[in-house]
T-cell receptor, first 120, second 114 residues
Framework: NAGVTQTPKFQVLKTGQSMTLQCAQD?????MSWYRQDPGMGLRLIHY???????DQGEVPNGYNVSRSTTEDFPLRLLSAAPSQTSVYFC???????????????????FGAGSRLTVL | AQKVTQAQTEISVVEKEDVTLDCVYE???????LFWYKQPPSGELVFLIR??????QNEISGRYSWNFQKSTSSFNFTITASQVVDSAVYFC???????????FGTGTRLKVLA
């Protein structure tokens, strides 16, 4: 099994350019999420999805868009890159967290290898 | 609101020393889950342990042990007889039952010197 696959591993952008970070998982995980990792800031949640067609914002969503058209894929889009978006990005997934009355449980997150993005 | 505090930014120890990494959390939920992840120099994030709020039993796995104390909202991680391979950044994380969000601390960089 490939697990969680992120592409590209490295990317350099100029300010104002757009790009998409790809995330795919083959574990039939309903829950997927994006984090950014910055020195001294730890891992901060950007967006998450509890299933196909359902997304929501995390702690630092500004400047990023997501969509979830399939269970397997959860791309992260930067519409107009800024130097402040220079970071290492991680995609993570887990089995479903949706219970009969809302959030339920906390499955282990499986992380991708990360994508290092530099915005000049 | 949920919050995880890892006050130790960086710790250096000499091989074979014991070391404890601190994690303090905040949540209003009575049901919640705590995690520790390891990020070695290669960069990947590796799951170490999950603990739910109803289970305060300490856990030991080889040289690793975890001390969960609800009274002080802490979930500390101890490495006994540290080794160079333990050098990594360690993250503590929290997920409360009423949210879909996993919140991570800022991490503690552990350097084990030979």
């Amino acid at each position: 099994n490939a697990g969680v696959t992120q592409t590209p591993k490295f990317q350099v952008l100029k300010t104002g350019q757009s790009m998409t970070l790809q995330c795919a998982q083959d574990m039939n995980h309903e829950y997927m999420s994006w984090y950014r990792q910055d020195p001294g800031m730890g891992l901060r949640l950007i967006h998450y999805s509890v299933g196909a067609g359902i997304t929501d914002q995390g702690e630092v969503p500004n400047g990023y868009n997501v969509s979830r058209s399939t269970t397997e894929d959860f791309p992260l889009r930067l519409l107009s890159a800024a130097p402040s978006q220079t970071s290492v990005y991680f995609c993570a997934s887990s089995y479903s967290l949706v219970g009969s009355r809302g959030p339920s449980g906390a499955n282990v997150l499986t992380f991708g290898a990360g994508s290092r993005l530099t915005v000049l | 609101a949920q919050k995880v505090t890892q006050a130790q930014t960086e710790i250096s120890v000499v091989e074979k020393e014991d070391v404890t990494l601190d994690c303090v959390y905040e949540t209003r939920d009575t049901t919640y889950y705590l995690f520790w992840y390891k990020q070695p120099p290669s960069g990947e994030l590796v799951f170490l342990i999950r603990r739910n709020s109803f289970d305060e039993q300490n856990e030991i796995s080889g040289r690793y042990s975890w001390n969960f104390q609800k009274s002080t909202s802490s979930f500390n991680f101890t490495i006994t007889a540290s080794q160079v391979v333990d050098s990594a950044v360690y993250f503590c994380a929290l997920k409360a039952s009423g949210t879909y969000k996993y919140i991570f601390g800022t991490g503690t960089r552990l350097k084990v010197l030979a």
